[in-house]
T-cell receptor
Framework: SQTIHQWPATLVQPVGSPLSLECTVE??????LYWYRQAAGRGLQLLFY??????ISSEVPQNLSASRPQDRQFILSSKKLLLSDSGFYLC??????????FGPGTRLTVT | GQQLNQSPQSMFIQEGEDVSMNCTSS?????WLWYKQDPGEGPVLLIA?????ELTSNGRLTAQFGITRKDSFLNISASIPSDVGIYFC??????????FGTGTSLTVIP
């Protein structure tokens, strides 16, 4: 069966510090991978998605970036965090079944 | 990006009551999904619908894919306290781009 991991689970970072969130998927090959941010208002905002290694589509221009160095690894990064980057970050994957599955999330607080 | 219109935004119900929520779109979709999110956790897929008119159940949950392909409904029968959470609808045509509703927050009063 497929499993999706995210770490860390929680993170508190000062403004201006770098960020690296990692997501890995097990039990599937060549998945589509996604990063979402969920603010307190609970809507899901798509940040990035990837259909393959090195292929990243950005949905929202901002100070975040994403990379996919391996088939089942997706990384969300920032060189300098802003207060507005605080939120709940969710990684997700999908395949040809047209179903999307989410990871447990990372709670980021920028202070 | 495009959002689906989900209603109601929130519901407060007595334990044992039935719950209905829906999701509409101005566009046609060929797959509808329903998720539940508990506080501090990622959304969990409850039901996937692939065919217009399809009615699918998962325990006390029943979801329907609207015949126009522009809407979907989720019903929860005989609610219990652990049904508390936020329910999201989602839809896709491509399997790699998904659109989400804004969520329905459900509170079950014992």
């Amino acid at each position: 069966s497929q499993t999706i991991h995210q770490w860390p689970a929680t993170l508190v970072q000062p403004v201006g510090s770098p960020l690296s969130l990692e997501c890995t998927v097990e039990g599937t090959s060549n998945p589509n991978l996604y990063w979402y941010r969920q603010a307190a208002g609970r809507g899901l905002q798509l940040l990035f998605y990837s259909v393959g290694i090195g292929q990243i589509s950005s949905e929202v221009p901002q100070n975040l970036s994403a990379s996919r160095p391996q088939d089942r690894q997706f990384i969300l990064s920032s060189k300098k965090l802003l207060l507005s980057d605080s939120g709940f970050y969710l990684c997700a994957w999908s395949d040809s079944s047209y179903e999307q599955y989410f990871g447990p999330g990372t709670r980021l607080t920028v202070t | 990006g495009q959002q689906l219109n989900q209603s109601p935004q929130s519901m407060f119900i007595q334990e044992g009551e039935d719950v209905s929520m829906n999701c509409t779109s101005s566009s046609i979709f060929n797959t509808w999904l329903w998720y539940k999110q508990d506080p501090g956790e990622g959304p969990v897929l409850l039901i996937a619908l692939y065919k217009a008119g399809e009615l699918t159940s998962n325990g006390r949950l029943t979801a329907q894919f609207g015949i126009t392909r522009k809407d979907s409904f989720l019903n929860i029968s005989a609610s219990i306290p652990s049904d508390v959470g936020i329910y999201f609808c989602a839809a896709t045509n491509t399997g790699n781009q998904f659109y989400f509703g804004t969520g329905t927050s459900l509170t079950v009063i014992p």
